[in-house]
């Protein structure tokens, strides 16, 4: 059985930061790709970063690239977002997935397990 879990949300101010966490069990992050992805009310679920299998390769939304880095620990098999400069547009749930197989992608139906989502709440 696949789990993630995420933590790490909050309520912060505009130009803080946050860090996220993904703790996987039941599959490897060293043999696939892992996924962050955010949904704020009322929009559709939008990619924000990916990595691949082992953390070789990185890929970033336009909107986040710069202020984001998505990293992972293959010992822990945990998958981190670091959020810098957070703006109140970048308030959403944020989720955490694993994708079918070991490149990064920024395609939703490439991944098969979800996360429960961790709120962001970023403040003027």
């Known amino acids: 059985q696949v789990q993630l879990v995420e933590s790490g949300g909050g309520l912060v101010q505009a130009g803080d930061s946050l860090r996220l966490s993904c703790a996987a069990s039941?599959?490897?992050?060293?043999?696939?790709?892992m996924g962050w992805f955010r949904q704020a009310p009322g929009q559709e679920r939008e990619f924000v970063a990916s990595?691949?299998?082992?953390?070789?390769?990185?890929s970033y939304a336009e909107s986040v690239k710069g202020r984001f880095t998505i990293s992972g620990d293959k010992a822990k098999n945990t998958v981190y977002l670091e959020m810098n400069s957070l703006k109140p547009e970048d308030t959403a749930i944020y989720y955490c997935?694993?994708?079918?197989?070991?490149?990064?992608?920024?395609?939703?139906?490439?991944?098969?397990?979800w996360g429960q989502g961790t709120q962001v709440t970023v403040s003027t």
């Open positions: 039941g599959r490897t992050f060293s043999l696939y790709a």
């Open positions: 990595i691949s299998s082992g953390g070789g390769s990185t």
């Open positions: 997935a694993i994708a079918k197989s070991w490149g990064p992608s920024r395609l939703s139906y490439e991944y098969n397990y």
